[in-house]
């Protein structure tokens, strides 16, 4: 039996018996009959980063074929701001590798992403889902190779304090019950995840956790698999939807929030990225980080600055992107280097076998390490939009392996110990920063958009846009001109953002 099958939680694939990538239209059918499925739903992002929902009753078969073959239309000036009411129609269609059983539906429902095409039939340029297919296409023909991503999803869950065994402020890192208080309800996010499709890695509490006013609050993380770019950012956007539903039904307050309160960790969604030559990931080089790694960085933090428009879309982001905190400001990289902008992770590269001395029965057995060295580009947060920050950190990516220098400039831009340390002074004082609002996020990408709209990847239409939502909160000052209450009901703003 194939392995990829054999223990996949998600209910299609166990009764097709095939990986989702596999999927035809007669399966959808096919499942639909036969598991009395009676409602179809669409869900699509826009421009706020959020999915949305188009219900079907199931009225006949040859309606449901029609509707997975033709879609439906949409008014797209309601999605997306830069659509013209006049000539606002889309379709979309679904993708039928995405499917999944709606965990929450009370009526048996099949829900499936969909894509947004133009009135031509074409692929919508200025849809995130396609932005970041271009992106993907544009790096394999470049290099030769598929850049695969992962996010850590990082969360607050907040309800009422019941005063037992109370954690201790700001010490939650892998809490465990009593003293963590959400687990079990991570955990159920976690499953159902993975049978919506998520390729989950593990969950654990984080290091936020206070209580505040009689509320308790909790911060957790999701981590996942690194997978194709693409089904990267589906999954993040289906997890933070049944996060936020579970947590309803729990009648928990769950955000994304990057910024909680003052004082208080705030929640990153750092992307974890490699990249690969077939089933080869090409991080490594022995047991030393490649060249095509470097280049790779190297591309990446040239353009981190312009990355922000894409992954930090909130005045309250740049409230988390402060410097000496754990979230960076100064554009390098390290490696296991929590200060860097990019950090390069433990990646499995020893030689000694440790199961072998944690299990003395296991003492000789053959094994193969495993490739899993990964480097993380540590700024986004939750308010970002998934599909285009993946998609604009594939762009840079490919940049670098496009740059002459590229491997001067990861050399130049590389940080042995804490960035902020005495000893580093002089090195750091030659370092970019970050943006530190979104009027300064949106004056990178202004400077840098022909990168970005190169190889036809990011529209001219998508850009304009970002950079006016940008502009529009006008909060080139904002950071420090608030105090106390001030920034707290800056942040109650975008609690829910993303």
């Known amino acids: 039996?194939?392995?990829?099958?054999?223990?996949?939680p998600n209910k299609l694939v166990q009764f097709l018996q095939k990986e989702p990538e596999q999927f035809r239209k007669d399966d959808i059918i096919r499942f639909i009959s036969e598991n009395e499925i009676q409602m179809v739903n669409f869900m699509y992002p826009a421009d706020d980063n959020r999915l949305k929902t188009l219900n079907f009753?199931?009225?006949?078969?040859?309606?449901?074929?029609?509707?997975?073959?033709?879609?439906?239309?949409?008014?797209?000036?309601?999605?997306?701001?830069?659509?013209?009411?006049g000539n606002s129609d889309l379709y979309v269609i679904p993708r039928y590798s995405t499917a999944f059983v709606d965990p929450f539906a009370v009526v048996p429902t099949l829900t499936m992403l969909a894509s947004f095409f133009d009135k031509d039939g074409k692929p919508l340029a200025e849809s995130p889902e396609y932005t970041l297919h271009r992106a993907c296409e544009a790096f394999r023909?470049?290099?030769?190779?598929?850049f695969y991503a992962m996010g850590e999803l990082e969360y607050y869950v907040i309800s009422d304090d019941e005063g037992l065994y109370p954690a201790r402020d700001q010490k939650g890192y892998h809490e465990s019950s009593p003293y963590a208080k959400f687990n079990d309800f991570r955990t159920e996010c976690m499953s159902l995840i993975a049978q919506a499709g998520g390729q989950i890695k593990y969950g654990h509490n984080e290091v936020g956790n206070f209580t505040l006013e009689g509320k308790i609050y909790e911060q957790n993380e999701i981590e996942f698999l690194p997978i194709p770019a693409e089904q990267a950012a589906d999954n993040l956007m289906i997890a933070k939807w049944i996060i936020r539903t579970l947590g309803a039904r729990y009648g928990y307050d769950v955000t994304f929030a990057p910024k909680i309160t003052a004082g208080k960790a705030g929640s990153g969604l750092h992307i974890h990225f490699k990249v690969m030559e077939g089933d080869t990931n090409k991080m490594t080089c022995g047991n030393e980080l490649s060249d095509e790694a470097k280049k790779a960085i190297a591309g990446i933090l040239e353009y981190a600055p312009a990355i922000t428009a894409m992954g930090n879309k909130v005045p309250t982001s740049y409230f988390r992107l402060v410097p000496h905190q754990e979230a960076p400001t100064?554009?390098?990289?390290?490696?296991?280097?929590?200060?860097?902008?990019?950090?390069?992770p433990l990646g499995w590269t020893g030689e000694n076998d440790m199961c072998s001395q944690a299990n003395p029965l296991e003492a000789g057995s053959s094994r193969v390490l495993p490739q899993k060295q990964t480097a993380e580009l540590r700024s986004?947060?939750?308010?970002?939009?998934?599909?285009?920050?993946?998609?604009?950190?594939?762009?840079?990516?490919?940049?670098?392996f496009e740059m002459e220098d590229a491997l001067k400039r990861a050399e130049e831009t590389y940080v042995k110990v804490n960035i902020h340390d005495d000893a580093?002074?002089?090195?750091?004082?030659?370092?970019k920063s970050l943006p530190?609002?979104?009027?300064?996020?949106?004056?990178?990408l202004e400077a840098a958009r022909d990168a970005f709209e190169a190889k036809g990847v990011f529209s001219k239409r998508m850009i304009d846009?970002?950079?006016?939502?940008?502009?529009s909160y006008d909060d080139a000052k904002l950071r420090e001109s608030l105090q106390g209450d001030q920034m707290l009901e800056e942040v109650r703003k975008y609690w829910h953002c993303g």
């Open 380 to 400: 986004a947060d939750g308010s970002a939009d998934v599909y285009q920050l993946i998609a604009a950190m594939v762009v840079a990516a490919r940049i670098g």
């Open 1 to 8: 039996m194939n392995s990829k099958i054999q223990l996949n």
């Open 436 to 444: 530190a609002s979104c009027a300064a996020s949106a004056d990178e």
């Open 424 to 431: 580093y002074k002089e090195q750091a004082a030659r370092l």
């Open 465 to 471: 846009g970002i950079i006016k939502k940008l502009r």
């Open 57 to 85: 009753v199931i009225n006949s078969e040859e309606y449901l074929d029609s509707i997975l073959t033709y879609g439906e239309r949409v008014d797209g000036s309601s999605l997306f701001p830069f659509i013209e009411a």
């Open 141 to 146: 023909e470049t290099t030769g190779m598929d």
């Open 330 to 344: 100064a554009v390098c990289w390290g490696d296991r280097n929590r200060s860097c902008l990019v950090r390069v």
